[in-house]
């Protein structure tokens, strides 16, 4: 899959983050989980604390403007969604069924 693809994937893996977000803001959680133990993993990594800093910042924020973010069609949200911190908000098999349905759709065209 090019960039261009994995984009996609990334923007629609964060739609369905925010709507489970939206009806579950007590998952905001998990993400701020994530970033404790990846901020203890790769602590010798300036780049990625970076990276987990600025996100924690973000999730300070009211929820709907860490939403509207996540979601961001800008360069600013594709960027952010590098290093999404929501990993474990979507199950497996809901990952796999957005990528699917993007392969798909990248195939068609």
């Not at 996609?8 to 701020?32: G, I, M, T």
């Not at 994530?34 to 790769?42: A, F, G, S, T, V």
């Not at 600013?76 to 199950?91: I, K, M, T, Y």
């Amino acid at each position: 899959m090019n960039h261009s693809g994995i984009d996609k994937v990334s923007l629609s893996l964060a739609r369905r983050v925010a709507e489970r977000l939206r009806a579950r803001p007590e998952l905001l959680e998990v993400a701020r989980t994530n970033l404790r133990r990846w901020q203890l993993r790769n602590a010798d990594s300036p780049s990625l604390l970076r990276c987990y800093a600025e996100w924690e910042a973000i999730l300070a924020c009211p929820l709907e403007e860490v939403l509207a973010l996540l979601v961001s069609e800008t360069e600013e949200g594709q960027r952010l969604r590098q290093n999404s911190p929501f990993a474990g908000v979507l199950s497996p098999t809901e990952v796999w069924e957005i990528k699917n349905q993007q392969r798909h759709a990248a195939a068609s065209t």
